[in-house]
């Protein structure tokens, strides 16, 4: 059977028909690297329909924000990038707050008050570290960091785990949730996710008896 056009995952692992569409103050631009593996629990696009609000780009490099977005005048400094966390000098006290926004040099900084968007980087963790570096105009974005509240609802099925150890929609619903999104926003895109990991799993299974 064709894969799903909306989500483009297999039939069995469509959960297009739960999605519930929610309006964010911040847009949130995924970007995703051409090479993102996880055609099974990737969870990137199941975000970005979820999202009205939001942009997914799938490739290596762009210019500068502008250019990602097909918007002129775009200032980095009022998106914030979700960092990837190596490279952070110091002491970051990441552990009451669920977010810290973090200067060039990973000093904690207090959050920046007039945010347009969210940068999150969609891969493994050595993609998003390429995508990183291969775009530089990243580096004038302000750099945000998570101390997810949550823990992410899989375990055994990612093969390469983020630093944060959060999938791509759940580090989007943490980092939405912490800069004053409505809960339920945050909420509908881990359900949506662990509704995504039960058809995995059921997959899986499904196979194991096949086999
Ligand atoms: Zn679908």
Redo the contacts with the bound molecule.
């Keep these: 059977m064709d894969n799903?056009e909306?989500?483009q995952?297999l039939p069995e692992l469509?959960?297009?028909d739960q999605i519930q569409t929610h309006k964010t103050k911040l847009h949130v631009l995924i970007l995703q690297h051409p090479q993102e593996p996880d055609h099974e629990i990737g969870s990137a696009r199941i975000a970005n329909l979820a999202l009205s609000n939001s942009t997914l780009k799938v490739g290596l490099s762009w210019r500068n924000l502008s250019a990602v977005l097909g918007k002129e005048n775009i200032d980095p400094k009022r998106w914030a990038v979700l960092y990837l966390g190596s490279g952070v000098k110091g002491e970051v006290k990441t552990s009451q707050a669920a977010l810290q926004f973090v200067s060039n040099k990973g000093a904690p900084i207090e959050k920046p008050s007039a945010l347009e968007g969210v940068i999150i980087l969609d891969g493994t963790w050595s993609q998003a570290k390429a995508l990183w570096w291969r775009n530089a105009w990243l580096l004038k974005c302000q750099r945000v960091i998570l101390n997810p509240k949550h823990k992410s609802l899989y375990k055994e099925l990612r093969r390469e785990p983020r630093k944060e150890c959060l999938s791509t929609i759940e580090s989007i619903a943490e980092v939405l949730e912490a800069l004053g999104e409505k809960k339920e926003t945050g909420q509908h895109l881990r359900d949506l996710f662990g509704k995504l990991l039960d058809k995995s799993r059921a997959k899986r299974k499904q196979k194991q008896i096949r086999e």
């Design positions: 799903c909306q989500c995952k469509c959960v297009c």
